[in-house]
């Protein structure tokens, strides 16, 4: 069964400077993976997702992740981090087959943190 | 695009009676929604899969009776509580899965409390 771990409950950055949050899989095939944000109370936005080909994925607010196969890692990075960042981060994999197919299995989160 | 409405966003029943949250999808058809529920400082845990036409799928655990879900159109499903006990407050998600970038929108979640 696939599964994900983010091995880092909370973080905290001071503002401006860089961030990476922790993302490991375990998933037999090639892994579709995402990143969504969560702000308290509200549902979840989706960061960025990979799929396939370049594994340095661009997203929104001017987050990236990069997947690593031989690692097995989807590690969110963000070179400067803005106060409006602070909130839960979730990294989520998808079963492209099998009795799960399409169905998102999400790590424990991370909270972030943002000192001014 | 790719718009999922939640509703409503919070909701206080009392205990035995039954409450309905609705998932739309607002600007694409969804054939598949899904239902989570996160407990606090928790992660979301996937209680089902809704197809329309067809009966939801529910995940290990989940109680069926209890968690009634109706997905009768390509743009709306609704999760239903029945006879809700206290335990039963959490936060509950939707998500769609959009047909044509294969990314699944969430709604803004609903803070069910029973008293």
């Known amino acids: 069964a696939q599964s994900v771990t983010q091995p880092d409950i909370h973080i905290t950055v001071s503002e401006g400077a860089s961030l990476e949050l922790r993302c490991n899989y375990s998933?037999?095939?090639?892994?579709?993976l995402f990143w969504y944000v969560q702000s308290p109370g509200q549902g979840l936005q989706l960061l960025l997702k990979?799929?396939?080909?370049?594994?340095l994925v661009q997203g929104i607010k001017g987050f990236e992740a990069e997947f690593k196969r031989s690692q097995s890692s989807f590690n969110l990075r963000k070179p400067s981090v803005h106060w409006s960042d602070a909130a839960e981060y979730f990294c989520?994999?998808?079963?492209?087959?099998?009795?799960?197919?399409?169905?998102?299995?999400f790590g424990q989160g991370t909270i972030l943190t943002v000192h001014p | 695009g790719a718009v999922v409405s939640q509703h409503p966003s919070r909701v206080i029943c009392k205990s035995g009676t039954s409450v309905k949250i609705e998932c739309r999808s607002l600007?694409?058809?969804?054939?598949?929604m899904f239902w989570y529920r996160q407990f606090p400082k928790q992660s979301l845990m996937l209680m089902a899969t809704?197809?329309?036409?067809?009966?939801?799928?529910?995940e290990q655990g989940v109680e069926k009776d209890k968690f009634l879900i109706n997905h009768a159109s390509l743009t709306l499903s609704t999760l239903t509580v029945t006879s809700a006990h206290p335990e039963d407050s959490s936060f509950y998600i939707c998500?769609?899965?959009?047909?044509?970038?294969?990314?699944?929108?969430f709604g803004s979640g609903t803070r069910l409390t029973v008293v």
């Open positions: 998933y037999g095939a090639t892994p579709y």
């Open positions: 990979y799929f396939s080909g370049d594994t």
């Open positions: 809704s197809n329309e036409g067809s009966k939801a799928t529910y």
């Open positions: 998500s769609a899965t959009h047909p044509e970038n294969y990314g699944y929108t």
């Open positions: 989520a994999v998808v079963s492209a087959g099998g009795t799960s197919y399409g169905k998102l299995t």
């Open positions: 600007d694409f058809q969804a054939t598949t």
